[in-house]
């Protein structure tokens, strides 16, 4: 296969479960570029090594080796540009980059704050143990007490996807006539949380519930044939 990508999976190999890796995946899918996507575990850092990275994704083109899911995406969009546009040109770029931004700064800490004490018993034991100690480290307290108040938690985080609420309301994507980079960027998130616990990040008859699945549905399925906690 001509393109690679290293991504996170848990115990059972089919379990893929970055939000990181989410968004490359759909942008693959999208770009309609054929590619492997091999299980790669957190302990497994020698296999991306050469990588200059010990996080995924990473994606293997052509003797090169990409890492950042941003970086990604701007790889696929200009070395695949016969393919349907993942950004539809460099305004649609840079809007992309903010919702990027947004992302990784609201809403993947919001997913984990509501999820990060499901995902051990997801892993392999040496995974488990690694995350469990990396996590609490970053959190600065057991994982169980990360997420104990979610049930109220939760109320905080669907409000701070208010702005994507408001747009979704008015249109099926974000991206523009169809769904695209700043849909994909959004949506892994969401996946992430659904794919490592059976906790409702969304209620049923919110327009961003909607959207996601709109994208679970998307290229045949992708996302919702992965094997997933939350099936509401
Ligand atoms: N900013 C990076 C973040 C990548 C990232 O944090 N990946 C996680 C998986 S979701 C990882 O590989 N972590 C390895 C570790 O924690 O050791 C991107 O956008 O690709």
Known sequence: MDVILHDLCGADPARRFSPYCWRVRMALAHKGVPHEALPW?????AAIADAGTDKVPVLRHAGRAV????????????HWPGAPSLFGGEGGRALARFVNAWSDSVMVPGVAR?????????????DAAYFTRSREKRFGRPLAEVTADRATAVEAFRRDLHPLRMVLRERPWLSGPTAGAADYIAFGPLQWGRCVS???????????????????????????NSPAEDLT
């Open 41 to 45: 575990r957190f302990t497994d850092k």
């Open 198 to 224: 059976a906790f409702p990040l969304l209620e049923a008859g919110d327009p961003v519930h909607a959207w996601r699945g709109r994208l679970l549905d998307a290229f045949g399925g992708l996302a919702r």
């Open 67 to 78: 890492h950042e899911s941003w970086a990604v995406l701007e790889y696929l969009e200009d």
């Open 114 to 126: 509501l999820v990060v004490s499901d995902i051990p018993a997801l892993l392999a034991p040496e």
